[in-house]
């Protein structure tokens, strides 16, 4: 079975949606010869029609293709361990210091280990568990103060001083 050249020409031409259309309502049927055909005729640019193939990806020439963290791709440069560090003494002191020296000295504590750790975020800080878990003592510190300093004001208060 031979095929003549104009019906040869458009069975390998890349499918676009007004010819698979047409295709699929005259019922022709493609053979296996023509559909391994069809990637190899896209790629020539003499085989570009002004139609886009359907399933073709239409970005603009001047986007970068972002391909992940390769060979060549740049990683971010990691931020000062200081900081991480940092943030969880200020956590573990403010809460040392919650329990028995002082609850001022230890919401200034909590307040200092919520903003270094916020700082460490942002840098890109080594240590992401420690940068998270000063900053969980820093507003366990401040809530757990703000919590002891209302419960005793409302003590005050049922004595009568208040």
Do not use: H
Not at 7 to 13: D, I, K, P, Q, V
Not at 33 to 56: I, K, L, Y
Not at 91 to 101: E, S
Not at 138 to 156: E, H, P, Q, R, S
Request: with cysteine; aromatic share 6%; glycine share 10%.
């Amino acid at each position: 079975m031979s095929l003549d050249q104009s019906e040869y020409t458009e069975s390998t031409a890349p499918v676009t949606a007004a010819t698979a259309g047409a295709q699929a309502s005259s019922g022709a049927v493609e053979s296996e010869a023509t559909v391994a055909a069809e990637p190899e005729a896209a790629m020539r640019p003499e085989a570009a029609s002004a139609e886009e193939p359907v399933g073709a990806e239409t970005r603009p020439e001047s986007e970068p293709v972002e391909e992940g963290l390769g060979a060549g791709a740049e990683e971010p440069a990691p931020g000062n361990p200081g900081l991480s560090i940092a943030t969880i003494i200020f956590g573990v002191v403010g809460v040392i210091l919650a329990l028995w020296v002082s609850w001022i000295l230890s919401v200034i504590a909590g307040i200092v280990a919520i903003v270094l750790g916020r700082m460490a975020s942002r840098q890109n800080a080594p240590y992401p568990r420690a940068i998270l878990a000063g900053k969980v003592l820093g507003v366990i510190c401040i809530f757990a103060n703000a919590f002891m300093v209302f419960t005793y004001v409302a003590y005050l208060m049922s004595l009568g001083v208040f």
